[in-house]
């Protein structure tokens, strides 16, 4: 299972606005992701309830993780859009 360990950039966390962004960018990576914070349990990346539920804030560890053939790429482009706490996902890394 490939998975990327990343500290949160958004300020106010994956509340409203940023959740919204990561859950849209997790849908369209077309492969199956987790997310979850460092010490909890995995939950589906796609499912916005499940995400604001995490009450991941600023600057703290989640964890995303895939075992899809392209998780990896999938995981790296997530991974940045969390890690900078981009506007949209990136296109290439």
């Not at 500290?7 to 997790?26: K, T």
């Not at 009450?55 to 392209?70: F, H, N, P």
Request: hydrophobic share 50%; glycine share 10%.
């Amino acid at each position: 299972m490939a998975e990327r360990r990343v500290n949160v950039g958004w300020a106010e966390g994956l509340h409203a606005r940023p959740a919204s962004i990561f859950v849209r960018a997790a849908t369209a990576s077309g492969v199956p992701v987790t997310i979850a914070k460092s010490d909890g349990n995995p939950v589906n990346a796609a499912s916005m309830l499940a995400v604001l539920g995490l009450g991941a804030q600023g600057g703290e560890e989640i964890v995303l993780a895939s075992d899809a053939d392209e998780a990896e790429a999938a995981l790296d482009r997530l991974a940045k859009l969390v890690a900078e706490g981009l506007e949209e996902l990136p296109e290439t890394v």
